[in-house]
């Protein structure tokens, strides 16, 4: 151990695996062909409510290359599972369109695709219901939302709040169902074997797709392998396993080969996911001053009827202002729909653009800068809990992206800033996520030849996480990077919980911190006396984590947005997106700025673009392609900013880290709409901003609609 090594943390460190992306080393799950290997054509079901009557295979079965078909008739049996979105081929009941109900194995793909296009399915087919409403009949509350939150909290007296506040700001904003869309659908190459089975798989955790598989093939874990060492973005479509992947399994095992299974881009908008569209009212009082005296914020959402899915809107409306008198609510409805999930900042995202849409609202009623606004109303404690922040730098973010952005001299006046036929203005929003950390075992080695070797089922999403882990380690180990390796991807690692809830890092650093530590121990113990084998360390961090002292732990950051409406076509560009954040301890620049850029692009993206739209008639989402449901390119975005203020947070984990993969999605999509309002004095309260919500509209009188 040498005593004066650089610190690797806070570093620029280029990606470890970079040379072998761009060479094409790497190898994602569907590039991994074994010997013997079948290809699998999965059947979507083309009713949204119903009962399989009959399945016909015999023309599938005739055609070339065919090695079987299976369905619920004739597929293997699955254990129960408290998942039935996971029991594939279990059951003649269809919940939604575009459901798994058969697949075709075959020798090559086109062969199992033009089998499975015979495969004749026979539904009793019910009267669907797919339509959101906040007058649902069939809306309840939740027990609790995500992750484990009460769907509902009151405080005080918000309505006889809002009765005698001054100004008050009541407004409803909706947000559509959005799909994750990762750029690599999920795929999974499955292989049975003496000893159970091995997955090449697409995931955010390769341990959690192991736990969750096991048991439904009666399978202890350590029999289950799955192995991800390169993931091609998940966007939380990847943090739990699908039907896709058990389908993979069940294949393999009736076709006694492997099999391989890759989602198709338009199976995608049924199979893996989606974020619920929200009908959200926001009701705030304020006194002159614009002091908030009542929150409310109720947010409406579905969930399908094979399992609840509840997502965590108005929580982040918890936590971001104080305010005598508060309620925030979630109300259900389990509709003929596909399963909704996490993506993309679930829950906050959709929940900040009515919040801080509605702050800007409120800002305009007072006569008040927005970011004084938000400045006046900063609570000194977690509003709902009492907790002390760990660290809540919102304001200086506020205050650091008004200095670079250029806010001070803007002209509040909406409609007024014409350049040609652009109309321009200027938008602010806050942004916030909470830090979460989840128990995660991992070891390190110190080798022979001088080398450590960090071991941990992390997984690699495109983020940078075995980059940074590199890092982490390094500094542990006091050793430069240069001499740690990490192995990561595979559920025969040390156990980790998910690339998810921008977790990753702080559960996996402390871990591997930890781990190191031990290591160092251990070694200053044996005084440099290193045997033939080698010396490990491991770590657990379970008792660390549920030991950890309670505070109200989040990430904050401010979105500035500058936006250019086409009086003409209705048309909005962001010419300009400037975020600042306060994450704790950025552990790498470089991949630290691509994340929160990112971020920005999402949100961007779900301010202008992303919009996944329902067909009442047939139940399904419409567009089932890149050519039909638009993300945000970099053509998009000609100008993106990202910064952080230095935050330094002893009540974190060992690196002082918050996460960061998420947060760069808050708030975009509310500074875009204020900035659009600014523009035009049109407030848009439905995502996406399209051009028809501007065209016809009063582009030219300035004031609040
Ligand atoms: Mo992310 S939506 O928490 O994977």
């Known amino acids: 151990m040498t005593t004066t090594t650089p610190r690797s943390v806070g570093s620029a460190m280029s990606r470890v695996e970079g040379l072998d992306k761009v060479t094409g080393r790497a190898r994602y799950a569907s590039e991994y062909t074994p010997r013997d290997l079948v290809h699998a054509a999965p059947v979507q079901s083309t009713v949204a409510r119903g009962e399989i009557r009959a399945v016909d295979i015999d023309g599938a079965l005739k055609c ?72 649902h009949p069939g809306l309840y509350r939740p027990d609790q939302v995500n992750p484990d939150l009460p769907a509902d909290v009151e405080q005080g007296d918000p309505d006889a709040a809002l009765a005698s506040a001054p100004v008050v700001v009541d407004a409803t904003y909706t947000t559509p169902a ?32 192991r736990d969750t598989l096991a048991p439904l093939f009666g399978l202890p874990p350590a029999h289950v392998q799955v192995i991800s060492p390169h993931v091609g973005g998940g966007f939380g479509a990847k943090g739990t396993p699908w039907s896709p992947t058990v389908l993979a399994a069940l294949a393999a095992k009736q076709a006694g080969r492997p099999v391989k299974l890759t989602v198709t881009r338009q199976q995608m908008f049924a199979v893996t996911g989606y974020r619920t569209p929200t009908i959200q009212r926001v009701r705030l009082g304020a006194d002159a001053g614009g002091r908030l005296t009542a929150i409310v914020h109720e947010a409406f959402e579905q969930s399908s009827t094979v399992r609840e899915f509840a997502e965590q809107t108005t929580t982040p409306t918890r936590m971001m202002y104080a305010a005598p008198a508060r309620r925030t609510t979630h109300r259900l409805v389990r509709l003929d729909v596909p399963t909704p999930s996490w993506m993309r900042a679930p829950g906050e995202a959709p929940g900040m653009f009515a919040l801080e849409s509605a702050m800007d609202e409120l800002a305009i009623a007072c006569g008040l800068d927005p970011i004084e ?121 040390p156990t ?8 990753g890092t702080a559960s996996w650093g402390t871990a591997v911190v930890r781990a190191c530590e031990a290591l160092v121990d251990e070694l200053d113990r044996r005084g440099g006396d290193l045997p033939a ?173």
């Open 178 to 209: 959005e799909h994750n869309n990762p750029m690599e659908p999920h795929a999974t190459v499955a292989e049975w074997d003496a000893d159970g089975l091995t997955l090449h798989d697409s995931n955010q955790g390769a341990s959690a797709v």
């Open 533 to 705: 084998e080698g010396v490990e360390a491991s770590a657990d961090t379970t008792e660390e984590i549920s030991g950890q002292q309670r505070f109200a732990r989040h990430a904050f950051g401010a979105q500035f947005a500058e936006v250019g409406v086409d009086t003409d076509t209705g048309e909005t560009r962001v010419l300009r997106l400037l975020g600042v954040f306060a994450a704790g301890r950025i552990i790498n620049p470089a991949t630290a700025r691509s994340q929160f850029i990112g971020g920005m692009t999402m949100g961007l993206s779900m301010a202008l673009l992303e919009e996944s739209v329902l067909d009442r008639e047939f139940g399904d989402y419409l567009n089932h392609d890149f050519a039909q449901y638009h993300i945000a390119t970099c053509a998009d975005v000609p100008d993106i900013q990202a910064f952080w203020v230095e935050e330094d947070d002893p009540h974190l984990n060992p690196m002082g880290s918050k996460g960061i993969g998420e947060i760069g999605i808050v708030g975009t999509a509310a500074a875009v709409a204020n900035a659009v309002h600014h523009a035009t004095g049109v407030r848009v309260r439905d995502l996406p901003i399209r051009l028809d919500r501007l065209v016809g509209q009063d582009m030219f009188h300035g004031s609040s609609p």
């Open 373 to 493: 606004l938000r400045i006046r109303n900063e609570p000194d404690t977690d509003p709902e809990s009492g907790l002390p922040f760990s660290s809540r730098n919102l304001v200086a973010c506020l205050r650091e992206g008004a200095r670079r952005f250029g806010w001070a001299d803007r002209d509040p006046t909406p409609g007024v800033r014409r350049r040609g036929r652009l109309l321009a203005g200027t938008g602010v929003a806050a942004s916030t996520y909470p830090v979460y950390r989840r128990p995660s075992q991992a070891s390190v080695r110190a080798e022979p030849d001088g080398w450590f070797t960090v071991r941990i089922a992390a997984a690699d999403i495109g983020t940078g996480a075995r980059t940074v882990l590199t890092q982490i380690a390094a500094d542990a180990l006091r050793t430069p990077v240069s001499r740690v390796r990490v192995e990561i991807g595979d559920s025969a690692l």
């Open 496 to 503: 980790a919980s998910l690339a998810g809830g921008s977790m």
């Open 64 to 135: 070339p290359g065919v090695i079987a078909a299976i369905w619920y008739g004739n597929a293997p049996r699955l254990a129960p599972t408290d998942d039935p979105e996971l029991a594939v081929l279990q059951s003649p009941r269809v919940a939604y369109r575009g459901q798994y109900v058969a697949v075709v194995m075959a020798e090559t793909l086109q062969d199992a695709r033009e089998a499975a296009s015979r495969v004749r399915v026979e539904y009793a087919a019910e009267r669907h219901d797919v339509e959101l409403r906040a007058d």
